[in-house]
């Protein structure tokens, strides 16, 4: 069991050691109060369990959105003057800003080092083609392309299996959760990064069919994360800068913004990335923030846009604003009329109905990998299969291919090749192969009437579309929106050229590329399902405005026709990494269901003054591994149950452990300096296990005042909250604990992001997820 | 001084007798618990306070974005399946669906209207001044002119000021402050919609230097508060359906709607609607909900597009996707090259300067206003001067205008005016005027280089600045929107064209439009300072993405000019009016300020069952006017204070009052009917005031049970919470009221909308406005 959870892309191979701990309390002492759960608890019967849909991991932990507003904290803010925070937000804009440019500068890189290899591979390809066209012996080209393209895929799947396996795919599954508030471990390090990018451009240049825009939102997520710390913990650099960032609010906001940077650069949308990193991540609005993503965002598509324009000897000219660019569409003929939005909305439904196919074929496909491609080498030896089939594929369809097109005098084509077509003529199937994927979708979108006939685009479609269902979901870095989009074209440019030939007003029909346009829009949202960020992202692609309502209606029905069959791909992929992901509203049928019932309880409390030897020995119980804990007083001469008077993480108490602050030792030794929120900065955000902490024997008699350092005001609600609520407050707040108290203020439950994880809206009305410690 | 407060757009005439409930306590009271007050209440000394700046005013009541989750309600939604939740969310969309439609047939009335009106008034002008310009006397024609105008705009000040004072100006600061959670009276009423739209169509008739687009965000705010509640209060029509949707919960999600409507109409741009409604509205963001916002704004400015194209015979094409349309920005001459962004900037803060100013003399004009022309027939007096002064400087500058210009064969003025120019040739200021303000704006941001020669512009410039400040703030319907794009695009043309000239590469500051273009939105941006929804509202207008840049550093330059100086316009003007608005974040240095200092107590509670005699008595006594009530529960046989138990609106007892459910009735009839949620809806939104409620001295011996009624879980606070968490809890959730309790769950104080209002950064650090009851 634990070995299927950990490797859906989200394997957490060597770190469940130090990051042990866990928010939700002892399994078994909570049962009783969780009157839902029809089965018992998936730790004692696994293996009924077919594969881990069902499944909530307590593996991962939430991000503390909510500020630990302790004394120091308080004190740190009321010194704290009027420039001070001017200067803050200087910062934030400063770290905006960069995480921008060096967002744009790696889209930059990423796009002229695929262009250049690429570019030599097609040569070198395309001359042993011409080569052997004439001389007989084409399957010696045939290997020799199956070979180019094994060994790329090789090495990015290498890098990616055995140094960094959460590199692998697109990453967005991963920044999805973390905008969401769940910690994934090593998402946004510097080693993932750099496996990303390399990765990304070894399995483009490798010829499989992914996009290298996916990736480009992980990247920056990472950038940003990087940046706004001022250190590497990787390299043991500390710049000793931006160290008011160093919590996880102030982290999340930048990787918000960076992610936004990210879709900024990919597809030259800024206001897409925008909404996209607050339709995935922002639990609530906030204006500035919003800014300084769009400011990151903009950054980040004038840096690439800059630099591209140097690349193509043109400075100045700014006219690549993204990793893909769609082309302008301005023609007359482009545009379309009323009468041809019940036809869009149809092609919406196709697309919705073979992106829900393509999920289900890709979920099926997942749940094999969970079980059998498991180990790193099985998984190097996958990404060499499908870069070989891949590449034999394309190799027999262009060879029986008679699909030959004029060669103009200003053809776009920077590849043609002849191969038994005429003199003057080209191949057209092999067009679409022998291109870097986003040539072919703009090929798709402008190439005239008539430079593709209809089985050429059938076939392509059909081949296209198992080859990105087989490539989505190895271990390579690679992204899926442009495999969606040039399958969507292909089948929107078939439709749009047979609803010419149906009707014999040919000229209301006139352009394809519409109708390709359409198609592309309709695939990608019927595989991801993003609506809102897709629209926007699509119509700044085009750079034309008036598209939006057609994309939007194809969205839209796309989305409903594919959830009725499937969840969109992301979603799947994070329901089958069993991860704790919160939705936007509670489940509707919720509302008979109350924090009583929601809540972990019995909850492991601390006394205000506790001894070392308790809290040492509650930070090392791995059987409850607990991550916050309410702190309680007991009023004197009372026998009542203490009263909650604050909350306190296991971070917290690791670092004061660290610096032994005991009451004892603060008496004896006068001049032991006071422990400062710098101190917890610095064990940010790697804070060591318990384990590594050495506690004596005389220490563990001594006591620790919690007073200064717990959060004396944490969020509580009774009992008789509804779950809707509570909710709507924890989701609202980006909160990691919230305590449930009685009508005297005594704690009697905790809820955690996994408590309301828990429950979602199945086939059956509403469902229980099963928790489980894989 | 209640005079003073009144008159600023805000006036609430004849509306205080009912709505009269506040949920700030006792005034007195509270007064211990203040530190920070440097003078006594308002109340005592109004004169010495010179305007109401630093006043808060105690009028205005909050919405409830809270839902009330008492047992009616629950048990209203557990007895709902999943498929009526289904239900609810299809009728959401119909709303929003009809909401878009509806908002997009009222621009388009609006448009056409203008359009008729005005051609009819030019072409009466132009024959008269033709025929006076070679008989002599052209005073004539200048008389006709100044009558025309003052009529019309006569009778659009009239409808506002006698009629609905509420309709005047934008609506903007308004509808900012609906959608930040304040409810100010009459703004989202069917008459405020008639008046509105008619008002500004006389007033933009009527020549003044307005724009129609600001009133569109009103109208479509209206009309999503009208269609989301299934029938109109003013006409006494009920249609029995979204019953469900009748609380300020979901009102104000359909008004967020209404508004991106609005926006959407008015510029043809749906994603700067939604986010428009984001950045002013939304307090958290929630993906449906924006989803469905976004699809009523593709659908209004769809639904203007193709009326539109009907009314220009040309259905189907769909080119006018909202009122003011930029053109096209393609030529390759419009290219911004990376030298000029410093330009650009440079530009900005001219713009943010400029906005300044005109906010600083619209300042003073509003304080003169409110002191000394707060009569209604003053009101239609300065309206009708303004209008003839307008008029008469238009003449005056036509007639000593000297630039000539010749009319080519496809030229695009239509009311070009000869006057004194050379056959064949046309007066350019002429243009300028005789034009709806947004052909003028298209007209600088289209016409080819040498169309206006520098004076010109610049004479322009200097008097419709001045006129457009004095025209906003006038009991007409109108917006400040296209005066600022045209000040804007009329400076920014004369740069380009001086640029131009000193320049010896003449070549390179090609299109003067370019910089017609970014002084427009240096311009808006210094007088509003709205920054991301601006950005994309003009990106969409101009159809051009690669301008996006730009536009944002110039909108972003602009703002922090102008914040330098001088509040945004709107919230200049809804400081003015006193409104308790909340921002995003507390004020940065209000880290040492807790829930003790800032809520009010004493707390009138109630008991759980309270006698009739004592709600009557608390909700009639007028010196508190409280609209909230903690409930709580004595602890039988104990001394102590009683603890919380829920929390009951002055709403909901009215309702209780009204249908008499008091404990003995139900007792002794046992056949009485049940109240249901039903009996609040239909109260919703207008409650009759608890003096039409008669009570006799029997009844007041009884007693009523508020158990089933009241919200039995509010969100609570401890006394030391500092004031920035309060506010992010009060501000995520948009609370009405959120109790503090002590360790005991005691109540002690009350948190409302104006406690956390009232603290703002000012010159001096942290200021505290003062609260009154005017």
Redesign the interface.
Known sequence: MANITKKVSWSSRGDESGAAGEETPLLNGSEQSRPLRQQDSARGRPKEIPHNEKLLSLKFESLDYD?I?NQLF?EE??R???MA?RCLEISRWVICGLIGFLTGLIACFIDIAVEQLAGLKYKLIKENIVKFTEAGGLSISLLLWVALNSFCVMWGSIIVAFIEPIAAGSGIPQIKCFLNGVKVPRVVRLKTLVVKVVGVIFSVVGGLAVGKEGPMIHSGAVLAAGVSQGRSTSLKKDFKIFEYFRRDTEKRDFVSAGAAAGVSAAF?A??GG??FS??EG???????L??RI??AS?IS??TLN?FLSIYHNK?????N?GLINFGRF?SEAM?????EIPLFIAMGAIGGGLGAFFNFLNYWLTIFRIRYVHRPCLQVMEAMLVAAVTATVAFIMIYFSTDCQPLGPDHTEEYPLQLFCADGEYNSMATTFFNTPERSVRSLFHNPTGTYNSLTLGLFTLTYFFLACWTYGLAVSAGVFIPSLLIGAAWGRLCGILLASTTSTASMWADPGKYALIGAAAQLGGIVRM??SL??IM??AT????Y??PI?LVL?TAKIVGDYFQEGLYDLHIKLGSVPFLH??AP??S??LTAREVMSSPVTCLNRIEKVGTIVDTLSNTSTNHNGFPVVVQVSGDDEPA?L?GLILRSQLIVLLKHKVFVELARSRLTQRKLQLKDFRDAYPRFPPIQSIHVSQDERECMMDLTEFMN??P????Q???L??VF??FR??GLRHLVV?D???RVVGLVTRKDLARYH?GKH?LEELHLAQT
């Open positions: 500020n507003e308080l803010e009321r704290m003057s009027f925070f030259g800024p206001v925008v909404l607050l339709e922002a639990s609530f609005w906030n204006q500035m919003t800014w769009f400011f903009m598509t004038f800059f400075p100045g000219e700014l006219s604003p301005e545009e379309y009329n009323l009468y609506t809102l629209t926007v119509v700044e750079g034309n405005v008036t939006g309502l939007m839209m936007w509203e509707a049928t509302h008979w009263k008077c004396p005001t969020y509580t609600v009774p008789d909250t509804s809707p609520r709507k407050l609202a707040l108290v009508d005297d203020n809206v009305g």
